[in-house]
C-alpha cells in the first residue's frame, strides 16, 4: 500500500552527524504514523523516533537531544532522521516504517546502514 525507500546511511566518527530520508509513495493518505528503527548487530530492531500525522514525535531515551525527526509538510512524501552527536551505540541497519490506518498493518524500508567509529 506504501512504498518506502531509505537513503544517506554512511559511514561517520563518533560526534559527527548524519541525515537520513525515507522516501514514501502509494497510498499516503494512509499513512497514520511513521518510525524510525534501529536494528543493531545481534539485537532486535528497536524504535529511534517516530512522528504521527498531526506532528507529534516521540524519541528513545538513548536519542534524545541528539536525534530529530521530521517530515516535508508540503506532500509528507519525505521523512527525515537528523542524527547528531553520533556515538558508536547508535551503528546499525536503520528501517523507516509506516504504520497505516484501516488496519492496513505497517510497510517497511528496505533499511540502510549506519556506522559509527570511535
Known amino acids: 500500500q506504501v512504498q518506502l525507500v531509505e537513503s544517506g546511511g554512511g559511514l561517520v566518527q563518533a560526534g559527527g552527524s548524519l541525515r537520513l530520508s525515507c522516501a514514501a509513495s502509494g497510498r499516503l493518505f494512509s499513512i497514520n504514523a511513521m518510525g524510525w528503527y534501529c536494528q543493531a548487530p545481534g539485537k532486535q530492531r528497536e524504535l529511534v523516533a517516530a512522528?504521527?500525522?498531526?506532528?507529534?514525535?516521540?524519541y528513545a531515551d538513548s536519542v534524545k537531544g541528539r536525534f530529530t525527526i521530521s517530515r516535508d509538510n508540503a506532500k509528507n512524501t519525505v521523512y527525515y532522521l537528523q542524527m547528531n552527536s553520533l556515538k558508536p551505540e547508535d551503528t546499525g541497519v536503520y528501517y523507516c516504517a509506516a504504520d497505516l490506518l484501516f488496519n492496513w498493518g505497517r510497510s517497511w524500508g528496505q533499511g540502510t546502514q549506519v556506522t559509527v567509529s570511535s
Open positions: 512522528i504521527t500525522s498531526g506532528g507529534s514525535t516521540n
